[in-house]
């Protein structure tokens, strides 16, 4: 059984340029969600999606979005890059959104911003 | 409103000696609360989660926590460290109150064993 798996591994970027991330959930999952984890910090939540629709965000610029197709994987977008985008991106998938349910994270992707 | 303490961002302890992480939330509903580790370079990966079911939650690699709704902790403990336990570790809440379940991650307690 496949875990969450996220293309590609590392990715470096200088500023102003755009950037996408991959994510395939856990099989049987439709929820996934993305965090943004700076060096030497926590995961802060991005946003989640459930049935293609964004439906929770966190504290981030609209430069941040994202997709989910029918088959429950998704993509992260970051438009005009910073250098303060430089972190790991996780994404995380769960079966619904409950907040009993567990989320099951990726590798990450490692973004460096130049 | 959810949010996590993590009172230690650093912990050392001796091989075979005990562990103790400690978490405080704040949460405006019934929480959920999680205990990821992290190795380095590595994703995170559960150790126990408290759904409202018994306080006392037993996890993954020898490790429990417990659920103290009048203290509003959930502290990480371990009999016995061993070298592998060495690892960021993140106290985690999502409450009910949310929409979908956005987790809400602590600052991270970084574990240090020594031989």
């Known amino acids: 059984d496949a875990g969450v798996t996220q293309s590609p591994t590392h990715l470096i970027k200088t500023r102003g340029q755009q950037v996408t991330l991959r994510c395939s959930p856990k099989?049987?999952?439709?929820?996934v969600s993305w965090y943004q984890q700076a060096l030497g910090q926590g995961p802060q939540f991005i946003f989640q999606y459930y049935e293609e629709e964004e439906r929770q965000r966190g504290n981030f610029p609209d430069r941040f979005s994202g997709h989910q197709f029918p088959n429950y994987s998704s993509e992260l977008n970051v438009n005009a890059l910073l250098l303060g985008d430089s972190a790991l991106y996780l994404c995380?998938?769960?079966?619904?959104?409950?907040?009993?349910?567990?989320?099951?994270f990726g590798p990450g992707t490692r973004l460096l911003v130049l | 409103a959810q949010s996590v303490t993590q009172l230690d961002s650093h912990v050392s302890v001796s091989e075979g000696t005990p562990v103790l992480l400690r978490c405080n939330y704040s949460?405006?509903?019934?929480?959920?609360l999680f205990w990821y580790v992290q190795h380095p370079n590595k994703g995170l990966q559960l150790l126990l989660k408290y759904t409202s079911a018994a306080t006392l939650v037993k996890g993954i690699n020898g490790f429990e926590a417990e659920f103290k709704k009048s203290e509003t902790s959930f502290h990480l403990t371990k009999p016995s460290a061993h070298m592998s336990d060495a690892a960021e570790y993140f106290c985690?809440?999502?409450?009910?109150?949310?929409?979908?379940?956005?987790?809400?991650f602590g600052g991270g307690t970084r574990l240090m064993v020594k031989p």
């Open positions: 099989s049987g999952h439709d929820t």
């Open positions: 995380a998938s769960s079966l619904g959104g409950g907040a009993v349910e567990t989320q099951y």
């Open positions: 985690v809440v999502s409450d009910t109150g949310n929409a979908g379940n956005m987790l809400t």
């Open positions: 949460s405006s509903y019934s929480p959920s």
